[in-house]
C-alpha cells in the first residue's frame, strides 16, 4: 500500500524559511506527477507547485522565486523549499502523487504557520 509522509512543517516568522519533504512508501513514486497543495482556513485547496517525471515544474504564481520543489527518485522523496514566507502563506500543506488517471493519493498534510 502507497502512503505519502510529509514533514517539516511548524511555526516561522515572517521572512523565514521551511523546507517540507514528502516521503512516498511503494514503487509508485518515479511514475508520479507530485505536487504540493495548501488549505487555508475558510479557503479552498490551492495548487502551490507540481514536479513532473522528467523534472519539470509548475509554481503558483505567489509562490514563484520564493518557493521550489524539486524531487529525489533515488529517496521517493520530493521537497517543496519555501523562503520568504509571509503571513498569508500559513495553511496545511499537502502531498500529492498522480499516475494518470488511475491513481491519485494524498499525504495527511502538515501545518505552516507565519508569524508576523
Known amino acids: 500500500q502507497v502512503q505519502l509522509v510529509e514533514s517539516g512543517g511548524g511555526l516561522v516568522q515572517t521572512g523565514g524559511s521551511l523546507r517540507l519533504s514528502c516521503a512516498a512508501s511503494?514503487?509508485?513514486?518515479?511514475?508520479?506527477?507530485m505536487g504540493w497543495y495548501r488549505q487555508a482556513p475558510g479557503k479552498e485547496r490551492e495548487l502551490v507547485a507540481i514536479?513532473?517525471?522528467?523534472?519539470?515544474?509548475h509554481s503558483l504564481d505567489s509562490a514563484k522565486g520564493r518557493f521550489t520543489i524539486s524531487r529525489d527518485n533515488a529517496k521517493n522523496t520530493v521537497y517543496l523549499q519555501m523562503n520568504s514566507l509571509k503571513v498569508e502563506d500559513t495553511a496545511v500543506y499537502y502531498c500529492?502523487?498522480?499516475?494518470?488517471?488511475?491513481?491519485?493519493?494524498w499525504g495527511q498534510g502538515t501545518q505552516v504557520t507565519v508569524s508576523s
Open positions: 500529492n502523487a498522480v499516475v494518470g488517471s488511475s491513481f491519485n493519493l
Open positions: 514536479i513532473s517525471t522528467d523534472g519539470s515544474s
Open positions: 511503494g514503487s509508485i513514486f518515479s511514475r508520479a506527477a
